[in-house]
């Protein structure tokens, strides 16, 4: 049995050849769509992030979401992610780009429970 830690993932709504800095040294960097994506067909964009996420394991406790490229994928997973987790979880871990320093930094999207 192999004891070494299973590394965080890091999803990303999508890849297209933009750098992504430090965003590995948090965990394995997994696109969830790569280059040009219909970003008017929303629908779909929903489905496609919910069985992606679903497929691969996705773990509000350890993995992370970039929040880059175009507005519309980061609010659909947003949503995706909020409708799904946020009765069982407390918070999710978004990783930021701060392009004074060019670095993915942490920050906890806390759910409000009411």
């Keep these: 049995m192999n004891s070494e830690a ?7 709504p999508n890849y297209a050849g ?12 997994v696109p969830i769509t ?3 994506i219909n970003l008017f067909d929303i629908n779909r964009l929903e489905y496609i992030f919910e069985t ?18 175009h ?4 609010f659909v997973l947003s949503k995706v992610i909020t409708e799904k987790y946020s009765e069982q979880y407390d918070y ?3 990783l930021l ?6 670095e993915y930094m942490l920050r906890e999207l806390y759910f409000r429970k009411e």
């Design 71 to 74: 507005v519309i994928l980061s």
């Design 92 to 94: 999710i871990n978004l």
């Design 6 to 12: 299973i590394k965080p993932k890091v999803f990303t």
């Design 34 to 36: 790569e280059g040009n």
């Design 52 to 69: 992606f996420l679903e497929d691969h394991g996705f773990d509000p406790k350890t993995d992370y979401i970039i929040l880059a490229g």
């Design 18 to 29: 933009q750098p992504l800095h430090n965003a590995a040294d948090f965990g394995t960097v």
């Design 97 to 102: 780009f701060q392009s004074a320093k060019k």
